[in-house]
């Protein structure tokens, strides 16, 4: 990624700058050879990708036995991560589809990233239940199709709830994504110099002409899909949160949960989604297209979720108490002041406390601020989801069977292992297809729809 700064060559005429230098801008990075920077990011991502490969290879060749799963503590990392990337797929759909059910025209220079994060998040997210039952090559027996071992799901269980919901969210949201492509692949045929690539934008196009035909009946799909996908955003992680709030276990066992996981899937999401895309913005020269008006908005909406998550966390003591259930009671102290503190504070401490800097204004619109409150955000949302499996299972109803969890080197290595899976697509996705959407960004500058003089 040549780090040039396309940004003088838009010249700005009644201040709006030229479309066709738009295009220029966004489509630059896919027509330059990557440069060094980009090889040695994609070199460190793919040293974490092979830590989560020969975590694997462990895990399969010697069993569950490598993690640090014990009795009782029966779930750990596995879904932990599982529940955290579905959680980071929550931004991308939110913002795509929602906002533009609400015509918030500041989404246009972001949707299209987030878009691209929700499918590699989920794609993340959808590696853990395949391992997690420690014979993946059997995996296939899951899926409820008559088969000759007379093997047959169980409908009633929230996992089975969770295949379908999240295989539904990554197809909607896979499709939706696509679409928002096909006039961007258009612009990028018209470009192309070699007969390769000109053959791949054509097919992927699908004969896309700019015409007002075409216009016409791509809104009208783009329009359909964001009405399928947002109430995907509120049923997905809710049904996540039900293989928690169906069971028995003290901590788990609550009403709270399925707005509680929504507010904060879509707090982490948001928080992934600005950490990666200021890097992009600076890296591409997005400055005027990814602008700090539009970061600052994205805080606001984490300063939102993140006090209906500070609510949520206080509520869930309040509820322990109602209840007068005194295992209930006892989980939530144990959490504050058990063996797990240590992790219950680090979640309070980035989820609740670091989002309320955003409502000072010089906060919220400093770039370097926004990208640490970020990070505390998405290290606080992993906790959240450690702090919520774990302490609820290693001391349930009988002090007989309590025991202290402790991860082991290969639940480490799948974890790291499982950034390096979704920063890996992220860089290939940066040099593969335009990270902003050329036809959205132009429509916004030139406050009209595009039209084919515009390519």
Same mark, same amino acid.
């Given at each position: 990624?040549?780090?040039?700064?396309?940004?003088?060559?838009?010249?700005?005429?009644?201040?709006?700058?030229?479309?066709?230098? %738009?295009?220029?801008?966004?489509?630059?990075?896919?027509?330059?050879?990557?440069?060094?920077?980009?090889?040695?990011?994609?070199?460190?991502?793919?040293?974490?990708?092979?830590?989560?490969?020969?975590?694997?290879?462990?895990?399969?060749?010697?069993?569950?036995?490598?993690?640090?799963?014990?009795?009782?503590?029966?779930?750990?990392?596995?879904?932990?991560? !599982?529940?955290?990337?579905?959680?980071?797929?929550?931004?991308?759909?939110?913002?795509? &589809?929602?906002?533009?059910?609400?015509?918030?025209?500041?989404?246009?220079?972001?949707?299209?990233?987030?878009?691209?994060?929700?499918?590699?998040?989920?794609?993340? &997210?959808?590696?853990?239940?395949?391992? +997690?039952?420690?014979?993946?090559?059997?995996?296939?027996?899951?899926?409820?199709?008559?088969?000759?071992?007379?093997?047959?799901?169980?409908?009633?269980?929230?996992?089975?709830?969770?295949?379908?919901?999240?295989?539904?969210?990554?197809?909607?949201?896979?499709?939706?994504?696509?679409?928002?492509?096909?006039?961007?692949?258009?612009?990028?045929?018209?470009?192309?110099?070699?007969?390769?690539?000109?053959?791949?934008?054509?097919?992927?196009?699908?004969?896309?002409?700019?015409?007002?035909? +075409?216009? +016409?009946?791509?809104?009208?799909?783009?329009?359909? %899909?964001?009405?399928?996908?947002?109430?995907?955003?509120?049923?997905?992680?809710?049904?996540?949160?039900?293989? !928690?709030?169906?069971?028995?276990?003290?901590?788990?066992?609550?009403?709270? !949960?399925?707005? #509680?996981?929504?507010?904060?899937?879509?707090?982490?999401?948001?928080?992934?989604?600005?950490?990666?895309?200021?890097?992009?913005?600076?890296?591409?020269? #997005?400055?005027?297209?990814?602008?700090?008006?539009?970061?600052?908005?994205?805080?606001?909406?984490?300063?939102?979720?993140?006090?209906?998550?500070?609510?949520?966390?206080?509520?869930?003591?309040?509820?322990?108490?109602?209840?007068? /259930?005194?295992?209930?009671?006892?989980?939530?102290?144990?959490?504050?002041?058990?063996?797990?503190?240590?992790? #219950?504070?680090?979640?309070?401490?980035?989820? /609740?406390?670091?989002?309320? %800097?955003?409502?000072?204004?010089?906060?919220?619109?400093?770039?370097?601020?926004?990208?640490?409150?970020?990070?505390?955000?998405?290290?606080?949302?992993?906790?959240?989801?450690?702090?919520?499996?774990?302490?609820?299972?290693?001391?349930?109803?009988?002090?007989?069977?309590?025991?202290?969890?402790?991860?082991?080197?290969?639940?480490?290595?799948?974890?790291?292992?499982?950034?390096?899976?979704?920063?890996?697509?992220?860089?290939?996705?940066?040099?593969?297809?335009?990270?902003?959407?050329?036809?959205?960004?132009?429509?916004?500058?030139?406050?009209?729809?595009?039209?084919?003089?515009?390519?």
């Amino acid at each position: 990624m040549s780090v040039v700064d396309y940004s003088q060559e838009l010249s700005v005429v009644e201040g709006k700058p030229p479309l066709r230098s %738009l295009d220029d801008l966004i489509a630059k990075p896919l027509e330059v050879k990557p440069d060094r920077k980009f090889y040695i990011a994609l070199s460190v991502t793919l040293s974490m990708l092979g830590l989560f490969v020969i975590g694997l290879a462990l895990t399969f060749w010697y069993g569950i036995g490598m993690w640090g799963n014990n009795n009782p503590v029966g779930w750990a990392f596995d879904i932990v991560n !599982f529940v955290f990337w579905v959680g980071i797929g929550h931004a991308g759909t939110l913002i795509s &589809a929602i906002l533009f059910l609400f015509r918030q025209k500041w989404r246009t220079g972001i949707a299209r990233f987030a878009e691209g994060m929700t499918i590699f998040a989920v794609m993340t &997210a959808l590696l853990f239940p395949l391992i +997690h039952v420690g014979r993946p090559w059997l995996d296939g027996w899951l899926l409820p199709y008559p088969n000759q071992h007379g093997v047959w799901t169980n409908f009633t269980s929230p996992l089975l709830w969770d295949v379908f919901a999240v295989s539904t969210y990554f197809a909607v949201s896979l499709i939706f994504w696509y679409v928002g492509l096909i006039p961007d692949f258009g612009s990028l045929r018209e470009r192309a110099t070699g007969k390769f690539k000109k053959i791949i934008y054509s097919t992927f196009s699908l004969g896309w002409r700019f015409s007002n035909r +075409h216009w +016409h009946h791509y809104e009208m799909v783009y329009l359909i %899909l964001a009405g399928f996908a947002t109430p995907l955003v509120l049923s997905v992680h809710t049904i996540v949160s039900f293989d !928690f709030a169906v069971s028995i276990i003290p901590g788990w066992h609550t009403t709270i !949960f399925p707005p #509680y996981f929504v507010a904060g899937a879509v707090f982490s999401g948001f928080a992934m989604v600005q950490n990666v895309l200021i890097a992009v913005r600076k890296i591409f020269n #997005y400055e005027h297209i990814i602008t700090v008006d539009t970061l600052e908005k994205m805080n606001k909406i984490m300063l939102v979720t993140g006090s209906m998550v500070g609510y949520a966390y206080a509520m869930e003591f309040f509820i322990a108490w109602y209840s007068g /259930v005194q295992a209930e009671t006892f989980t939530f102290f144990n959490r504050a002041l058990g063996p797990y503190a240590w992790a #219950y504070w680090i979640m309070v401490t980035c989820n /609740v406390i670091s989002p309320q %800097l955003f409502w000072v204004k010089k906060i919220r619109r400093s770039v370097p601020v926004m990208f640490v409150i970020a990070i505390f955000v998405n290290v606080g949302m992993w906790f959240e989801r450690f702090v919520i499996v774990v302490t609820s299972l290693s001391r349930d109803f009988l002090p007989s069977s309590w025991a202290y969890y402790t991860p082991t080197y290969v639940d480490f290595m799948i974890l790291i292992g499982s950034f390096g899976f979704f920063f890996t697509w992220i860089l290939l996705f940066t040099k593969a297809l335009p990270v902003v959407s050329m036809a959205e960004v132009k429509a916004v500058v030139d406050g009209s729809q595009p039209s084919h003089e515009d390519h």
